[in-house]
């Protein structure tokens, strides 16, 4: 495959996965939270990673969460083929303390995030060995 999900912290912090068709495709990637939140659209299903810093000013401490977008106009038919299609993702993303699934724009916030980051750390970390992949625009899985 290829190399490097975590990536120069400055650089890259966020990436985002949309259908093009039938394929899941790595759509965007940085580190500015603003155009993150853009990606998500009331017509369209997607997913997210992000990295989010928690802890306090003794322990800084890096954590990612994984998001499942489904927008608000999406179809019931392409609303069901989400657990499919988000099982084949989390295979190839493993690395995360929490997964959220988003409905509402309100919803993508730093707090929220963040929030949700330390009540899954209390509830269940996952203790995966990270996998380093490089998601560029573009990049199929």
């Known amino acids: 495959m290829t ?3 975590i990536l ?8 985002v996965f949309k259908f093009e068709g039938p394929r899941v495709v790595c759509s965007a990637t940085g580190a500015e939270f ?15 990673y992000i990295r989010i810093q928690t802890g306090d000013e ?3 401490r890096q954590k990612f969460v994984f998001i499942t977008w489904v927008g608000s106009s999406v ?4 609303r069901a083929k989400m657990s499919t299609d988000k ?3 989390k295979n190839l993303i493993s690395n995360f303390a929490v997964e959220l699934q ?3 724009p309100s919803e993508i ?8 980051t330390e009540q899954g750390g209390r509830r269940k970390l996952r203790n995966r060995r990270p996998r380093h992949l490089n998601f560029q625009r573009g990049y199929c899985i």
Do not use: C
């Open 58 to 60: 003794m322990s800084k």
């Open 3 to 5: 190399d490097g999900v």
């Open 109 to 116: 916030d730093v707090g929220t995030l963040r929030g949700g």
């Open 8 to 15: 120069p912290r400055k650089q890259k912090d966020r990436a």
């Open 34 to 48: 603003g155009k993150f939140k853009e990606q998500f659209t009331e017509d369209e299903r997607a997913f997210g």
């Open 102 to 104: 988003i409905e509402n």
């Open 75 to 78: 179809s019931v038919l392409k």
């Open 87 to 89: 099982a084949v993702v």
